[in-house]
């Protein structure tokens, strides 16, 4: 018997697939619509409709053909497939993601930043704001593109000796630190490690716009983040 080939529309993205492929998991919400189809949704074309993530779904159907997940460098999405493979009750696949099995490579990672403490203003004097003037980042040049991507200002450092190479030139383009955190976090980095040192105000005249008091709490902090 011809293995039947289905045509699916998902979220407005078009796959053709096989049945058989869709019917791998028996526990899995794919293998309940599949199985009765005259239940589903047709689109104008034809397709059988689903209204889900139509990117995300080529790894649904990455792993129901290898029992595998393979995400590309750089993947931002991993919570929300994870959430695609809850609902379709993809167990296999939510064990991949939970345990990180696409192999992500080891590293470490140097998060820095130089700032001062910016003080109120009109009877707020004692207020005192965060001020971050830039964020750096040290580590090996192909792993700092994995974590933080478009947000990566590479301008410092001409792009010489390839992705293995190391770097203390990189910035970010923004200057929100916990961001920068987030980033990490969500790519599997732990804090192992940080440090902080205070500098004593210039006795020369600050900049103009630089409030003397502000001044004299300039101060420059490092985290290292290590991923095992």
């Known amino acids: 018997m011809a293995a039947e080939v289905v045509e699916l529309n998902v979220g407005g993205v078009h796959y053709t697939t096989l049945l058989d492929t869709l019917l791998q998991e028996k526990s899995s919400h794919l293998h309940e619509l599949f199985s009765n189809m005259d239940t589903l949704v047709k689109d104008s074309k034809g397709r059988y409709f ?3 993530d139509g990117v995300l779904f080529r790894y649904i159907l990455d792993y129901l053909r290898d029992k595998q ?3 590309p460098e750089g993947f931002r999405e991993r919570q929300r497939l994870q959430r695609e493979a809850e609902y379709f009750k993809l167990s296999g696949l939510l064990q991949c993601l939970r345990s990180g099995s696409d192999t992500r490579p080891p590293g470490c990672i140097t998060i820095g930043y130089r700032g001062s403490f910016q003080f109120g203003k009109d009877g707020l004097a004692d207020v005192k704001f965060r001020k971050l003037s830039r964020i750096l980042v040290c580590g090996r040049v192909a792993l700092c593109r994995e974590i933080f991507g478009d947000t990566l200002n590479e301008s410092r450092d001409p792009d010489h000796g390839g992705p293995d190479r190391y770097t203390s030139r990189f910035f970010l383009k923004h200057c929100f630190i916990e961001q920068a955190f987030d980033m990490l976090h969500e790519r599997g980095f732990r804090l192992a ?3 902080g040192s205070g500098t004593a105000g210039s006795v020369a005249e600050p900049k103009p716009g630089v409030d003397t008091e ?5 101060h420059y902090n490092e ?3 290590v991923r095992e």
């Open 223 to 225: 985290f290292v983040f």
């Open 214 to 218: 502000e001044n004299r709490w300039n």
């Open 193 to 195: 490690g940080s440090c």
């Open 50 to 52: 689903l209204d889900r």
């Open 69 to 71: 997940i393979s995400l």
